[in-house]
Each structure stands twice: as structure tokens, then as C-alpha cells.
């Protein structure tokens, strides 16, 4: 079975301040992985997605994520923080064996605060 | 600017009514996908459909739950009668399956449940 942990409930950093949000997975072949933005009273946004290829991906808003097959890890990364960036990030993966049944599972959730 | 729509908005209703919750995925996408979120069990996967047959719902309660896609343009998920664990925000998704790949999901706003 798949599953994704996001270790931390809460990250807070300072605004121009590098940030990561970190993200570890279990999938039992080679897995997609994505990374998805909730603000407040809105739905999931797409950040960013790692499917194959060079390890770093770039997304939305400055956002970047690495992949880390010998950790298992995609942890989301940028280099420096704005407020607005404030938001419950989601980490999740699928795993892409035919016939899998499952869809995306998330994470938990990490309530990023970048502070002013 | 393509997007999920989903409404209402926002529902609030008394136990033992049916709620019904509606969903225009983004034209063209042939897979569609419906999770609940709460604070104690995060997202959670109940149902999804490829082509507007239904492929898994095993993460849905079967006795009041049912989600159906009546057309590529409306996808509906009905608890009756709701009760208040119901209480949560419903999330719809679409994406594009094809040549044994899937995009990212595309969600929309939610439906914010109130049963009381």
C-alpha cells in the first residue's frame, strides 16, 4: 500500500528566509509525486509534480521540490519566503502500476506561517 | 480559465436530510474524483470515475453515500439520510487519463457540510 508522511504539522519562518516542507513516501514501484497548496476556504491548488526525470522540479509561486530515491523523500523547498505564502501544504503520491486502484493519497498536511 | 465548479458552497442541513452535492469537472477531463476533508482523518479518497463509470468506491459509506456521473459535465455525491460525522468539506477533482498516464488533479472549492 502507499502512503505519504509529512513529519511536521507546522513549520514557521521568517519572511526572506529559505523554507522546506518536508515529505516522505512509501509506494512499491517508482512513484509520481506532487505537491498541492490550500489556502483558507479554498480547494487544493497544483504546485508542482515529480514523474521522472531530473531529480529537482520547479513549480508555482518559486517552489521547488527534490527527489530523493535513497530517503524516499520529496521535501518542498524555496529559496526565500513570502507571507503569502502562508498556507496548509499537501504532499502526495500515486503509485503508477497499472491496475492500481487507488488514486492520490495525501498527506497530513503542513501549516506553513512565513512571519513578517 | 478552466476550473472545477462545485456548489454549493456551503450547506448547512439537519440530520436526516438528503444532501446533494454537484460538480462540473474541467471539460475534457474523463476522470473525476471526490474526497472528504476533516481535521482528524485529513483528505480521504471516496470515490473516483474514468469515462463516467465509477472505479473505486470502496472509501465511501455504501449505506448513505452514492456519487454518480449522469453526463461528462455533472458528477453528484448524495448522502441520505446525512448525519453529523458527515459534517466536512467535500472536495471534487478532475483529470485527464490517457495513454495509461494521468495528469494532475485539478480540484475545486470544496462544499463546506454542515450536518446538525
Known amino acids: 500500500a502507499q502512503s505519504v508522511a509529512q513529519p511536521e504539522d507546522q513549520v514557521n519562518v521568517a519572511e526572506g528566509n529559505p523554507l522546506t516542507v518536508k515529505c516522505t513516501y512509501s509506494v512499491s514501484g517508482n512513484p509520481y509525486l506532487f505537491w498541492y497548496v490550500q489556502y483558507p476556504n479554498r480547494g487544493l491548488q497544483f504546485l508542482l509534480k515529480?514523474?521522472?526525470?531530473?531529480?529537482l522540479v520547479k513549480g508555482s509561486y518559486g517552489f521547488e521540490a527534490e527527489f530523493n530515491k535513497s530517503q524516499t523523500s520529496f521535501h518542498l523547498k524555496k529559496p526565500s519566503a513570502l507571507v503569502s505564502d502562508s498556507a496548509l501544504y499537501f504532499c502526495a503520491v500515486r503509485d503508477p502500476v497499472k491496475g492500481s486502484a487507488r488514486q492520490l493519497t495525501f498527506g497530513s498536511g503542513t501549516q506553513l506561517t512565513v512571519l513578517p | 480559465d478552466a476550473r472545477v465548479t462545485q456548489t454549493p458552497r456551503d450547506k448547512v442541513t439537519e440530520m436526516g436530510q438528503e444532501v446533494t452535492m454537484r460538480c462540473q469537472p474541467i471539460l475534457g477531463h474523463n476522470t473525476v474524483f471526490w474526497y472528504r476533508q476533516t481535521m482528524m482523518q485529513g483528505l480521504e479518497l471516496l470515490a473516483y470515475?474514468?469515462?463516467?463509470?465509477?472505479?473505486?468506491d470502496s472509501g465511501m459509506p455504501k449505506d448513505r453515500f452514492s456519487a454518480e456521473m449522469p453526463d461528462a459535465t455533472l458528477a453528484t455525491l448524495k448522502i441520505q439520510p446525512s448525519e453529523p460525522r458527515d459534517s466536512a468539506v467535500y472536495f471534487c477533482?478532475?483529470?485527464?487519463?490517457?495513454?495509461?498516464?494521468?495528469?494532475?488533479?485539478?480540484f475545486g472549492q470544496g462544499t463546506r457540510l454542515t450536518v446538525v
Open positions: 470515475f474514468r469515462n463516467r463509470a465509477p472505479l473505486d
Open positions: 515529480y514523474i521522472t526525470g531530473d531529480n
Open positions: 477533482a478532475s483529470g485527464l487519463y490517457h495513454s495509461g498516464t494521468n495528469t494532475e488533479a485539478f
